[in-house]
């Protein structure tokens, strides 16, 4: 996720940040509160997920929906689809799966 992190960096576009849902720190709220406090004025946040499990359909909006409403009038804050499937990612696995031994 950090890789992914950097390379969305390296393209010069909005700030990136990293944030965890458990163990791993930071936490999406805190990832998220030193984003407003740097200034942003519209955080996205994109769920590394495959799957849409629980955390994809409740946990993350439920977190998404308090942060919003803590920051009302001073950031923006949108949650995107979760990653999911992309055609890409079937590519990525032929690769590795040639690569086995």
């Given amino acids: 996720m950090r890789r992914l992190a950097g390379a969305l960096r390296a393209r010069r576009g ?6 965890y849902l458990e163990i791993t720190r930071p936490s999406i709220p805190e990832a998220v509160d030193a984003l407003v ?7 996205r946040v994109l769920p590394y997920f495959v799957l849409s499990g ?3 359909r ?12 803590k920051h009302r009038g001073r950031c923006r ?8 499937y992309h055609e890409k990612i079937a ?3 032929r690769m590795r799966l040639r690569k086995a031994r």
């Fill in 37 to 43: 406090a740097k200034g942003a004025a519209e955080i």
């Fill in 54 to 56: 629980w955390h994809v």
């Fill in 58 to 69: 409740t946990h993350i909006p439920r977190i998404i929906s308090a942060l919003k409403k």
């Fill in 77 to 84: 804050i949108l949650l995107s689809p979760y990653l999911g």
């Fill in 91 to 93: 590519d990525v696995a």
């Fill in 14 to 19: 909005p700030a990136v940040a990293c944030a």
